[in-house]
């Protein structure tokens, strides 16, 4: 039997079931996301641990997240951290921020982590100024796809090698899917071009994970 999108699905659910534990607060943190009325949009937690292992493998002391949403992706990122750490977080809308800044403190990692309130593309070069070139261990992405090719200029200057440039929806994005036909969305063709942008890139070893909507994954050589 090929794949389906029914086959996907539960392959989904069975990754959650072996690689997705997580503390109680972690579990519930999207469901009172969505009803404080956030969108459910957040990697699944078997992303979420594959985010904590990537990190911790590189030894992560500065990370930079685009797109912090409810705080979710943020918080695995964040205890990925080697001691003294810190996550850079870019979150433009002020009830996603303030929604995620209550949760960082919750959960007892408010001192590690730092929303910057704004869009990625206007915090993005003010970071590289900042962190300098190579300041950076690991850049995630989890923002407006079809911006996802500009980001990629100063996501590479910021990291380090070695470092990885991580990016969520590399495949996927729940009303669309890279297999659909160019032109039929903002989303899918940026993401596609990001994806192909890297894979050319002789900077970085690259690779895709075909986990929920797809992880790429590139390390800065």
């Known amino acids: 039997m090929g794949m389906t999108p029914e086959r ?3 392959i989904g659910a069975y990754l959650d079931d072996v690689f997705g534990e997580q503390s109680e607060r972690m579990a519930t943190l999207m469901p009172r996301a969505v009803a404080a009325g956030l969108p459910d949009i ?3 937690a078997s992303v979420g641990h594959f985010l904590h292992v990537l990190c911790r493998a590189v030894g992560a002391r500065t990370i930079v997240e685009v797109g912090t949403l409810g705080g979710y992706s943020g918080a695995w990122l964040a ?3 080697e001691p003294g750490g810190r996550l850079i977080t ?3 809308e002020t009830l996603h921020a303030d929604f995620a800044q209550g949760e960082f403190e919750a959960m007892g990692l408010a001192d590690r982590v ?3 309130r704004g869009f990625g593309m206007d915090i993005l070069p003010k970071l590289v100024s900042e962190l300098g070139e190579g300041g950076v261990d690991v850049v995630f992405l989890d923002a407006i796809k079809s911006e996802y090719p ?3 200029p100063h996501a590479k200057a910021m990291l380090r090698c070695g470092g990885l440039l991580i990016a969520d929806n590399a495949l ?3 009303s669309w899917w890279i297999n659909d036909p160019e032109g039929s969305c903002e989303s899918r063709d940026g993401a596609d071009r990001f994806n192909r942008l890297v894979a050319e890139d002789a900077d970085f070893d690259s690779a895709c994970v075909p986990i929920r909507e ?3 994954v590139a390390r800065r050589v």
Do not use: D, F, K, M
């Open 114 to 116: 730092e929303i910057r």
């Open 172 to 174: 996927g994005g729940g």
């Open 90 to 92: 870019i979150e433009p």
């Open 214 to 216: 797809g992880v790429l």
């Open 79 to 81: 205890r990925g951290l």
């Open 150 to 152: 500009e980001y990629l």
């Open 42 to 44: 957040a990697v699944s």
């Open 8 to 10: 996907w699905t539960a």
